[in-house]
Each structure stands twice: as C-alpha cells, then as structure tokens.
C-alpha cells in the first residue's frame, strides 16, 4: 500500500468508527450495548493501525535494503571516474614535463654545438695560415636538428 492509501484507509477507519460511537451512543440507556460494540472495535482500530505503521517500516527496510547496494555501485563509480580524471591530469603534467626537458635538451645540444663550432674556428684559422689541409668534418647524417617551439 502507498503512503497516501494508508491515510486514507486510516481516515475511512477513523470515520466508520466515528459514526458508529455516534450511533451507539444515541442508543441511550443501552451505554453497556454501545461499549460492547465500541471497544473491540477501538481495538480493532489500534490493530490496522499497527499493521499500517509495520508495513510503513517494512517498506523502507526493503526500500533501503534494495537500494542500498545500488547506492555503494554509484558510489564507487563516481570514486573510480574522479581517480581516471586525477591520473588524466597527472599524465597530462607528466607530458608536458616531459617536453619541456626535452625542449631543454635540444637547446643544450645547439648550444653545445655551436660552442664547439667558435671554439673549432681559431685552430681551423690556424690550420689554415700553417698551410695543411683543412680538417675533414664528420658527417652526422644531415643538419643539426632545430629546436622545437614549446
């Protein structure tokens, strides 16, 4: 039974017996009569009552009892879809951690190399002027490679 079915039998109930203390109670000097008939039906009363307000817990124990291990699933999806964001955003900083040292890198390399190319031209002057023949130069297999923006 619904919530609002329970209140309405309850104020149905509540009505019958109503009518029936004020029936009974119009009988007049039959007041034993009217008290026989009123109090097994108070009790009555009491008894859907209770089985009302029983069924009421027991709906709200299952209602929890079904919905409960749902709850703990959605629960730890949203946990697992929070921790894939937080390792989405560190491997996105490592990333980019990882391309700035590379881009320092390079610089280093072009920095290194073009020192050991002014350092180079004094002895190559010098080899020069004492008349041997130039130096042969390493091939590397192309163009020193170029930095790139980061």
């Not at 009988?27 to 008894?47: C, H, I, K, N, T």
């Not at 921790?83 to 280093?108: V, W």
Request: proline share 4%.
């Amino acid at each position: 039974m619904s919530e609002l079915g329970n209140r309405e039998l309850l104020r149905e109930w509540r009505t019958v017996m109503d009518s029936i203390v004020a029936s009974a109670a119009s009988v007049g000097g039959r007041s034993d009569l009217a008290r026989q008939l009123v109090e097994p039906m108070q009790r009555q009363f009491e008894l859907v009552q209770e089985l009302i307000d029983r069924e009421r817990r027991m709906q709200n124990e299952l209602a929890g009892r079904l919905l409960g291990p749902v709850e703990a699933a959605f629960d730890l999806l949203e946990e697992t879809g929070q921790l894939l964001r937080r390792q989405a955003e560190a491997l996105e900083a490592a990333g980019r951690a990882l391309e700035d040292t590379a881009g320092l890198a390079l610089t280093q390399a072009e920095l290194f190399e073009r020192t050991i190319a002014k350092l180079r031209k004094p002895a190559d002057s010098a080899r020069a002027v004492a008349g041997l023949k130039p130096r042969a130069r390493k091939s590397d297999g192309g163009e020193p490679r170029r930095r790139r923006p980061v």
